[in-house]
């Protein structure tokens, strides 16, 4: 579990090059509909500078992360938060495991999604965050806490000496965990927003992620969900 940003996944490289890859994916495709959107109203001239705008951007801001980060400090304050809350949520991943594991409760609840992304969208106005941005990012939270929770139950089936021990309860103690750290995911998305829109936030926020994987010693399913989890960050 050391090492994590030299995780090497067969045929794709390390975890870190595997979330620059995906976050940069990521950055081309909004470079994409914010220039489609443009297109729709400003002339073909302005079009093209915006599209060159993007592409310089990409091509060269990306690699610029460290350097960035000292002239602009929010560069490593934001994504460092996001990364760190982000990681935390997903630990909380293997509780929520433990408290569904052999009761027949699903792992997938879309009930209790739409709870998460309705209280989302009413806390990102009062963190002064784009409701679509926010739940765009709970969204992948969510999608990364489930990969999480289905790697662990295959898990436990296969090998029963790893199962939990305790079974915590998921209403009670396990969902008001999670509601507590929504608050503080918007806040750092608040402290990351300035970054957003720098070529260098994807190169931070790769850095922040494999780095926050190390230090809570995450496994590659662990670290392959946080990369998930990131996704529409920057
Ligand atoms: C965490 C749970 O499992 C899933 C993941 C969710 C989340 O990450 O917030 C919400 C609902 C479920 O689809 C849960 O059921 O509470």
Redesign the pocket.
Known sequence: MQGVSRLVVPGRGTARQILVRRLLVRRRQRCRVRHRARSAVVKSGARVVAAAVCAAALAFGTPAGPTAAVEHPHLATGPDLVADVSAE?LA??DV?AAA?YGTG??????V??RA?LEDVAKQSAEHGLGARWAEAV?RD??A???RV?RGLHARWAAHPAERPTEQPD?AIQ??PA?DRLTSRLLNALAAAAPARDHPSCAAQLATRGTRAARERHFDSLHTGALLRALTSVC
């Not at 409760?105 to 879309?110: E, H």
């Open positions: 949520r909380l991943a929520v569904k409760k699903p792992i997938d609840d879309p209790r999604e998460v709970f939270q969510m990364a806490g489930k929770q998921l396990v969902r999670l």
